[in-house]
């Protein structure tokens, strides 16, 4: 209802001609713009992806109006702290050492791991409340990212399993695909971009829900802004738990990927 | 830069947990290459063209190329070939560890192959001669006055190789295996602390070939000593 109002309002403002009305702000969004499928330019030229779409949708919901700024990643604290823009919806993970400097809104977007592997191989590695049974991992070969969070995970919960430790993300896939190791875990989405959607990832599947473990993978994606903004942070969370509850986040997922990148229930964190 | 010597003094005691793969790679590597060598010889000095020709170019393909492209091409290169994964190869070849094993083998064998024709070739036609005028058949002359003469001839090069390979296992890190270097890495990618860890492995590589070093010295002193005598 009060989406539909914003909308109504917007198209009379557009109707009337008039540039602004009194209330409505503007906010200024950094992003790389570079960054696919969550904030780039489409064939068309227009800014496009799940960023942009989560910009948007927290727009519409608060009133405000957006202007997008395309800013490079090693740039874009900098340039928000020195009032560039407003907001920075780009992707970026919330992390201890950049609280220090801004604040973040709860998370858009999760980090989590997920484990490829064989269509069919009827592994049964996690049980149905999503926990790991670990003597269904003897025997399995694991491959993982040297020094990743996912090898931290695999040490400090399964350290038992036989682990293959590769350089680079593509050698993952490639031994996999050769059958040196029976599963690997990564970033969902980068397997499902890199692998599982192209050829030779055609005999291949998620073989465990997503592993949600901050003390691992962190808290996940969120929206930055400069500190002291309290009012906008809870206007912006306000925003985001109207769009995971409405199925609006998931349905900006859905267009790249599969499967829902966000948090589907709305726990607040912090 | 902060140099921490302590981290050094932490990381050493770890980097030696993978000695025991370092060593199983030298020395399996270092045997079967040696067998390889021969055989390659043998090839090589029969005179045969259809014996000769494809040894020539085996050596000249794996003296030729960098061993890591061997490897990478032994490791990453073969599985894509359906046949070889359901070859009677294929259980060592999933290895991380066969792979390695095949292509230091592979590479050692062509140069060791090389160093032991220089020791032949090296070995005075004036004994082979009177060899043959002792009556010893060619098999006789190879096996009691030739080979002999070349191994002690080919002592201090192969001594270069066997220390050469010694580092060479040092890739295998690069497919998987925690060997000296593969935890090393591992650490690296952990604490962000490059100049420490590869320094401690250096210091415990350099250890490795003093005692190799020195085994071949000793070796050389004790196959000359009839030599060393008479001058």
Redesign the interface.
């Given at each position: 209802m009060k989406k539909a109002f914003t909308l109504l309002a917007a198209f009379a403002v557009l109707a009337l001609g008039v540039p602004q009305t009194a209330s409505a702000e503007t906010l200024r969004v950094g992003m790389e713009c570079t960054y696919a499928p969550f904030n780039f330019k489409n064939a068309n030229g227009e800014l496009d992806g799940y960023d942009v779409d989560v910009a948007k949708g927290v727009a519409e919901i608060i009133g405000a109006d957006l202007e997008f700024v395309c800013q490079q990643w090693d740039g874009m604290i900098p340039a928000l702290l020195a009032n560039k823009f407003d907001l920075v919806v780009a992707s970026m993970s919330i992390t201890d050492s950049r609280l220090k400097k801004m604040d973040f809104s709860q998370p858009y977007r999760i980090s989590v791991g997920r484990l490829v592997g064989k269509k069919n191989a009827g592994l049964n590695l996690f049980d149905d409340a999503g926990k790991p049974i670990a003597a269904n991992f003897a025997g399995v070969k694991v491959g993982l990212e040297r020094a990743s969070t996912y090898a931290s995970w695999f040490e400090a919960v399964l350290p038992d399993a036989e682990v293959a430790l590769y350089d680079d993300n593509e050698s993952l896939y490639l031994d996999l695909v050769n059958g040196r190791t029976d599963i690997i875990m990564t970033n969902p989405m980068k397997a499902y971009l890199r692998f599982l959607s192209k050829d030779d990832g055609a005999g291949f599947e998620f073989v465990s829900p997503q592993v949600d473990e901050r003390k691992f993978f962190g808290i996940g994606v969120g929206i930055g802004l400069r500190q002291g903004n309290d009012a906008l942070k809870g206007r912006l969370n306000g925003a985001l738990k109207t769009l995971t509850e409405d199925g609006s986040l998931e349905k900006y997922a859905l267009k790249y990927f599969p499967f829902a990148i966000h948090n589907e229930k709305w726990i607040p964190v912090q | 830069m902060s140099f921490d010597f302590a981290l050094i003094v932490d990381s050493i005691p770890k980097i030696l947990t993978g000695i025991g793969l370092t060593f199983q790679l030298l020395f399996l590597s270092a045997v079967l290459g040696l067998a390889l060598a021969i055989i390659l010889l043998l090839m090589r000095i029969s005179g045969r063209w259809y014996l000769v020709a494809p040894t020539m170019v085996y050596i000249y393909i794996f003296r030729g190329t960098p061993i890591l492209v061997q490897i990478f091409i032994i490791y990453?290169g073969l599985?894509?070939l359906e046949f070889v994964?359901d070859s009677i190869f294929w259980p060592i070849l999933?290895?991380?560890f066969g792979c390695a094993i095949v292509a230091l083998t592979l590479n050692t064998g062509a140069y060791v192959s090389e160093i032991l024709r220089g020791g032949v070739l090296g070995v005075d036609r004036g004994l082979k001669e009177a060899g043959a005028a002792l009556g010893l058949s060619a098999r006789h002359r190879f096996i009691y006055v030739t080979a002999p003469i070349a191994i002690r001839l080919c002592l201090p090069a192969y001594s270069n190789d066997v220390i050469s390979l010694m580092k060479s296992t040092a890739l295998a890190s690069?497919i998987?295996l925690?060997d000296m270097m593969?935890i090393a890495?591992?650490i690296v990618?952990?604490t962000y602390a490059p100049y420490e860890i590869f320094i401690s492995v250096m210091v415990v590589y350099l250890i490795l070939t003093w005692i190799i070093q020195r085994g071949f010295g000793w070796m050389e002193k004790r196959m000359s000593r009839h030599v060393r005598s008479e001058a």
């Open positions: - | 990453y599985p894509q994964r999933r290895e991380a690069t998987t925690l593969g890495r591992t990618a952990e």
